[in-house]
Structures are given as structure tokens and as C-alpha cells.
DNA sequence: CGATATCATGCAATATCGTGCAACATCAAG
DNA sequence: CTTGATGTTGCACGATATTGCATGATATCG
């Protein structure tokens, strides 16, 4: 079979996408090429900008090791500010002895962070993140959600995760990181976290959305709910109002965070 | 498989920032390299600015000021090195393909991080820790098992937990902290622990047991399971031979970590 | 002070690299 | 159809990088 030379290069970037890191020589022996082709082709790539080439293979762009932390990372920078502002707004929500649920991500984890080490309630989780960053807390009682572990967003996942679920009422679903449009509703990027949201989000009185301000006015090719299911939002302060005028006119709550 | 020269560089700097320091023989022995490869890394990134060299490994430049890293920090630099080579010793028993369980503790923790990035198995646990130690590996399956935080050792426990673990099989069971004794078994400080190690040693093919020096000859009062049932004890190799002859007597495998 | 571990250096074996070049395919113009 | 230009691929070869080992120096510990 002949691979075309824009083809190759192409399988180049996204193994180096997947994997993380290329080895000439095992790629060549795997395409049946000699390692001067491939090696040329990384040359040429890296000349492109498009990777970092290495001694015996190529690197992605980026300075960081394992790709998992990168973009948990990358994530955690983003509007570094914003999230803790957000967290504590939503920590405010919570009432003493109530049980919540808080969602995966890092926003998530800042809000439980937030949480007051005066504050005596139950937090039901499916990350382990949260699990351990709230294992400090005196008072709190977690219970956490199993089953198969989702690494993207590191939450558990799957049928028993489900099943869990399903036998919990919580009065709060804090909802972590997912798109948020007028029209679109709650949106997320993976169909299987988009089922599990809507799960936990039936199974509470009340839903919160902890929108960070990047994730206002997107959305994502899996709905959660509409937007009808939403008791409240909670946005960083600096966000213009017109963004906001359309959840407020469906008599949601938008909770500004200072 | 053969690891990029820049990649293990940049892992080199990223287990000193999450460990806060770098022992160059256990390095070498955990990726399979000669110490002078480490040794040779360790100087070259050091005449970068990225790190301090010191007799026996590197260090970070200057002080971390994570308040949160800490109290976990502090755990771990009690028997400095014993734990990570039981760690090792044990991460080499697992087999490719396996379903092994790994319990809570710090000596677990550090077997996670000591599976070979190479290793595709499946790891089931109870703990929230392991769980998120484990995201990040490329190729390992995470079952995580629900139930009631139980925060002194930070696993998840109560009937759900139960319930959750009787319904998996797995090859290996990696038990952490707990008292061995010749007469008295394995035992554990808390009655409700007790119960659930042996749920899960009875759900595994063969038990293994984490034996931090301190733990050794020593016995607690909740037994978890007399000493027939289990089948091997990892224990760092300075211990005395006199202390490990009972178990060995009962025919039950000793691994010595060197 | 002696035993042991760790270190730095030099060196040899091997792997990888970049360049030049020839063989071949593809393509466009004649 | 022919011809020359262009692009692609594999190979040769000298240059460079990487790794492990040997060796003597230095540090650590009891």
C-alpha cells in the first residue's frame, strides 16, 4: 500500500497527539519506511513548527511531561482568579446540614477548598480530588460515588457509578465544568459525562452551574438539560450583563461572584 | 520500549517537584538504566539551573512553599527510602493484563507511582488517592470503589463499599498499613477496617502484604485474617532474617526489597 | 580510620543524525 | 510519446549523541 507523504505526516502529528512522543525507529518499522524518511518528516514538521524534535523521535510542542497533567495544568491556569471567586459563592449556598453534591474539576475542587472548616454537612462526590481534598475537613462527611475511572476528567463513571447515584438525593448538584448557551442549555464534549451530569442533576432538588466565565455562551455537542433545569448559576462579577439577561429571564438565579 | 533522552529529563523534574526529591539508584533501578545515565541527567540538568545536586540524588532549588503538600511531605519522609523500594518490589509482581487491588495508605500510594509506565492492567481501589495517582497513567484501567469516606486512612468504606468489592475478582491483593504478627495474623487499628480488608482479601486470588518495617512482629485488636491466607510479604531487605523465619516456616512467599 | 557508597572522567560500543547522491515515480510541457 | 523538471525514497558516510563500564577520586557513616 502507498502512503502518501502529506498522509504520513499527518499520522505523524496525531500519534504524537495520542501518544504523546514519537520514536523514529519504531515508527519507521511499523510503516515499513526507513528511519531517514520519517526522520526527514520530523525535520520538515518541526521546521513547521508543528512539533519538537528530539534525539530518536519528536516531542510535542509544550514543555510539560505527561500529557494528563499538561492540560489538567493548563486547565487549572486558566482564569486563575475567577475560580476561587466562584467557589466561594457557591460555598456560601450550602446550608449547614444539608447534602450536596459537587461535580468533577477544578473549579469543583476550589469550591471545596472553600468550603468553611466550620460548616457541618454531607458532600456526595464521584471525584476523587474532591474526595481527598475534602478528607482534611473536620466536619464533613463524604461519600464517594465508585466506578470506572473517566481520566479526562477524573470522575468515576459507568453503570455502577450510575446505580450509586440513582439511590442518593441530594438537595445541591454543584455542576462543574460544561457549556453553557441561552438556547443550548448545559452542553458537555462527552456523551457519557453528559449522561452522567443529567443523572446526578435528577437526583437533586436543586442544580447549580459554576460557570467559568470562558465557558458562558458556548456549547458542546452533548446536551445535559435545558436550561429550564437550572435553580442557579453562579458567574464571576466582571461578566457584562447582556450575557446574563437571558438566564435571568427565565427566572434563574445568577449569583455574582465578587 | 525505549524512553526519549529529553523525556525522561523532564520526567527527572517532574517526580522531584511532586516528591521533592530525586535518589539516582532508585531512579535507575524503577526506568531500567545504569546509574550513570541518571547520575549524567541529574548534572546536566543542574548546570541548567533546574535543579540542586546533592550526594545521592537532587533536590529542588529553593524551598516549596505548599502548605498543602506539607502535611503529605511530612509522611513520607518518615523511612525515607524503605517504602518506595517495597513499592518497586511489589509493582514487579504484577503482571501485564492483571486485575490487581490496591488498598489505601502511603506505602500504596507509592506503588502506584511505581508501576512502570509500560504496564496495562486494570487497578481497583477504594482509595481516592491511589485513584487520582493513577489518572494519569496512560495505560492502567481505574475501578474506583464507592462508599462512606473514612478519613483516617482516607478509603471509602461502609455497606456499599462491601457490596462493591463483592462483586469484583481480582488476581492480587496489595494490602497496606497493618500489624504482623507470627501468632496474632495481620490485624488493624479499626474494627469497620478489619472488616473490609478481609472482604477484599477474600475477593482476591492471593494477598499481598505491604510490610513497612515499623509494622513487623508487631499486632493490633481487630484481626483481618490469620496468616494462612496470605500469600506473600514484601518487606525491605535490611530487616532480620529471624524476624521474617515464622512466616517463612508457614510457607508464605518473602519478596526483600533491596 | 576504614568500609561503603557515590561521584566525575575517560573510553568504547552503539544509536541516531544530517548531508549528499542515485534510483525511481510523477507530472507537465513539448 | 518523449523529455526534462520535480519530488520522493533509500542508502552511504562522516559527525554527533547516548549509554554503560572501568577507574580513581571523593563523600558519608559508623
Known sequence: MHMLTRQRKELLIARLKRDGQIVAKSLSEELGLSEDTIRRDLRELAAEG????????ALPLELPASPAMANFAQRQQLSSDAK????RAAAAMIAPGQVVFIDGGTTAVQ??????PTLRCTVVTHSPSIAVELAEHPLIEVILIGGRLFKHSIVAMGPSALEAIAQ????????????????QGISTGDYEEAG???AIAAA?????????????????PFQIAPLERIGAIVVNAGVPASLLAPYRALGIEVALAP
Open 204 to 220: 437533586s432538588t436543586k442544580t447549580v452551574v459554576l460557570a467559568s466565565p470562558e465557558k458562558l455562551d458556548t456549547a458542546s
Open 84 to 87: 476561587p471567586a466562584i467557589a
Open 50 to 57: 508543528l512539533l519538537q524534535r528530539v534525539h530518536g523521535g
Open 111 to 116: 469550591l471545596a477548598r472553600a468550603l468553611p
Open 168 to 183: 442518593i438525593r441530594t438537595d445541591i448538584f454543584f455542576m462543574g465544568v460544561c457549556s453553557l448557551h441561552p438556547l
Open 196 to 198: 452522567i451530569k443529567r
